[in-house]
C-alpha cells in the first residue's frame, strides 16, 4: 500500500519514517507543571495517495505515553482521536489531502518537563486497485 504520511504535498514526497525514529512528526511545547493542560504546535501533514484507490480511510495517532494525547484533525479547529478524511482515488494521479496533529500534554508533573514528543499514527485503509 503507499498510502502514507509526508512532510510536502508535492512530489517527491518528504515521507515521516515509519517505525524506525529517522523523520518523525514532532512537536514541541515547554511544560511547567503548573497544572491543566498544554497543547504542542500544530503540525501540518499530508496524507499521499499513490496508485490505487483507497477507501475506509482511518488516520488516528497511537497514544501510548501516559500523559500525552495526540489529537488529529481535517480542519485544524476539530481536534479528534481519529479522523475519516474520505476516500482517494489515486489510481490515476497522486491524491494528497491536508491532515493537522498535535499532542496535549498533562502539565502536572505526569511527563517530564521538556519539550519534544513524537507521534505514532496508524493509517488503516483498503486498497483497491
Known sequence: MS???SSTNTSPYDYYSEGD???PISASVTLDNNGGTKDTNVVTSYLVGTDYNYTGITVEP???ETGIDWKVSLDNSTW???IDPGDM??????VVTTIYL???IANDGTVSTGNYVA???KVT???NP
Open 102 to 104: 498535535k499532542a496535549v
Open 89 to 94: 482515488d489515486a489510481s490515476s494521479d497522486d
Open 80 to 82: 479528534d482521536d481519529s
Open 21 to 23: 525514529g529517522s523523520a
Open 119 to 121: 507521534a505514532d499514527v
Open 125 to 127: 485503509a483498503t486498497e
Open 3 to 5: 498510502l502514507k504520511l
Open 62 to 64: 497511537v497514544n501510548e
